[in-house]
C-alpha cells in the first residue's frame, strides 16, 4: 500500500537557523509530492509541489523542496527560520491516474526557539 | 467566495447522535474531497465529488458515514450514531480540475471539529 512517512514527530530550532524536514514515501511510479504547513486551528496551506521536471521546487515563505527518486525523499527546507514558521507540516502524495486524493503522512511539528 | 467554507467550526455530540457537517466549496470548483485528521494524525482521505458524481467513497469508515453533493456545488458529510472514535477535526477541499493534481491544486478550509462525548 502506498504510504507517506515523515520521521521526525517534533523538530526544534532556534529561531534563524536553518531547517530540514523529512519526507519518504512508498509507491512504485513517480506520484505527485505536496508539502502543506497547518496552524492551530486551520485549514491545509500549500507550501508548495512537485510533479514533474527540475527536481527543485520553490514554495511560499522561503521554503524550497528536493525530490530524490533514488531515494523515494522529498525533503523541505528553509535556510532561516522565523518564529511564525512554528507550525506543522505535512508531507503529501497523491497518485497519478488516480482520483488526486492526497495521502498524507503524520506530520512534524515545529518549533521555534527565539 | 473566496475560500472553502465549513459549518460549524466545532460540533460537540452526544455518542449515539447524528450530526451533519457543511462544505462551501470556492464557487466553480470541479472536485471536492473530504478528509478526517485524527489527533496528531495526518488527514485521511475518507471521500471525492467530481460534480454531484461521488466517485470515490473507499475511505468512508463505516455504513455511518455519508456524503452527498447533490447539486454539484455545497457538500454535507452526515454521521449517524456517532461514536466517540468518531472525535476529529473533518476537513474539506475543493479544487478547479478534476483531480486536484493539476495547476489549480487544491483549496482546503478550516475544518470542523467533532467532539463525541
Do not use: M
Not at chain 2, 467550526?9 to 478528509?35: M, T
Amino acid at each position: 500500500a502506498q504510504s507517506v512517512t515523515q520521521p521526525d514527530i517534533h523538530i526544534t530550532v532556534s529561531e534563524g537557523a536553518s531547517l530540514e524536514l523529512r519526507c519518504n514515501y512508498s509507491y512504485g511510479a513517480t506520484p505527485y509530492l505536496f508539502w502543506y504547513v497547518q496552524s492551530p486551528g486551520q485549514g491545509l496551506q500549500l507550501l508548495l509541489k512537485y510533479f514533474s521536471g527540475d527536481t527543485l521546487v520553490q514554495g511560499i515563505k522561503g521554503f524550497e523542496a528536493e525530490f530524490k527518486r533514488s531515494q523515494s525523499s522529498f525533503n523541505l527546507r528553509k535556510p532561516s527560520v522565523h518564529w511564525s514558521d512554528a507550525a506543522e507540516y505535512f508531507c503529501a502524495v497523491a497518485l497519478s491516474g488516480n482520483t488526486g486524493k492526497l495521502i498524507f503522512g503524520q506530520g512534524t511539528t515545529l518549533q521555534v526557539k527565539p | 467566495g473566496a475560500g472553502v467554507s465549513q459549518s460549524p467550526r466545532y460540533k460537540v455530540a452526544k455518542r449515539g447522535q447524528d450530526v451533519a457537517l457543511r462544505c462551501d466549496p470556492i464557487s466553480g470548483h470541479v472536485s471536492l474531497f473530504w478528509y478526517q485528521q485524527a489527533l496528531g494524525q495526518g488527514p485521511e482521505f475518507l471521500t471525492y465529488f467530481q460534480n454531484e458524481a461521488q466517485l470515490d467513497k473507499s475511505g468512508l469508515p463505516s455504513d455511518r458515514f455519508f456524503a452527498e453533493r447533490p447539486e454539484g456545488s455545497v457538500s454535507t458529510l452526515k454521521i449517524q450514531r456517532t461514536q466517540q472514535e468518531d472525535s476529529a477535526v473533518y476537513l474539506c477541499a475543493s479544487s478547479l480540475s478534476k483531480t486536484g493534481t493539476g495547476d489549480y491544486g487544491y483549496t482546503f478550509g478550516s475544518g470542523t471539529r467533532l467532539t463525541v462525548v
